[in-house]
């Protein structure tokens, strides 16, 4: 099997730096760590945050700290670092190579996605507090298995709210995904582009808030060992 992950992210309209910050890092014993970072508010300030706690966060991870380990040391970083006074919403993503798992930890109340062949599109919405204002902070963690077929979606609230300050029906992300899964559209790069396209349709054009989607899916297919990455930044 191979996963193949894609990112797409934009920021609000009309500010110079998305407050977003998403950063990978190769786990000690096997596999990667994408680690997805929504700071509060928006523009240089949000990105000061979010630049924080990724980079606490990539920091355990690549020494071999577990993923809710890391997770509550980026909390108790923020929250020595702001006072209590600033959050964030914090998501890590690890395809962990020793276990053959997904491992998802949220610190966020936007849900994540995940899709199987067997069972369809399972929501992991558990109650879930932002990292960085309350002292006792933990993530929400889920392990599932990696099998052929499956996908996973997570994203910043940037993506659920779309079209709620604009005029027009909130963005409903699930209902998005459950129709390019209707129309047997499995490749990450073509789902997040998509689900951030509409997002932005939604807002007019001028997203109101910092959008960041993530995605990753199991394909039967292995070419070979090589490992490959792509990344287009827009200048």
């Known amino acids: ?37 929504d700071g509060q508010r928006s523009g240089k300030s949000a990105k000061n945050i979010s630049n924080v706690v990724a980079r ?13 380990a890391a997770a509550r040391a980026a909390h ?6 702001r006072k209590g006074k600033v959050s964030a919403t914090l998501n890590i993503l690890s395809m962990d190579a020793v276990t053959q798992t997904f491992v998802v930890s949220r610190n966020n109340e936007a849900p994540v996605i995940v899709y199987t062949p067997e069972k369809g599109i399972l929501l992991l919405d558990a109650p879930s507090e932002s990292i960085g204002t309350q002292r006792n902070t933990k993530p929400i963690i889920t392990e ?11 994203y910043t609230d940037g993506l659920r709210h779309a079209g709620s300050l604009s005029g027009n029906p909130r963005y409903d ?29 939604r807002d007019n054009g001028r997203p109101r808030d910092d959008i960041s989607v ?22």
């Open 144 to 154: 599932l298995p990696i099998t052929e077929g499956m996908i996973v979606v997570a």
């Open 214 to 235: 993530l995605v990753t899916a199991v394909s039967s297919q292995k070419e070979d060992d090589v490992r490959r990455l792509e990344a287009w930044l827009p200048l």
């Open 56 to 68: 606490k966060a990539i920091q355990l991870l690549a020494e071999g700290v577990r993923d809710g």
């Open 1 to 37: 099997m191979e996963v193949h992950f894609a990112v797409a992210k934009i920021g609000k309209y009309a500010t110079s730096e998305s407050g977003d910050t998403l950063e990978m890092i190769e786990r000690p014993h096997g596999g990667i760590s994408l680690v997805l970072v």
């Open 76 to 81: 108790d970083y923020l929250y020595t670092y």
């Open 173 to 201: 992300p699930q209902t998005a995904f459950e129709q390019m899964v209707a129309e047997n559209i499995r490749n990450p790069r073509q789902i997040a582009d998509r689900l951030l396209a509409e997002a932005v349709e």
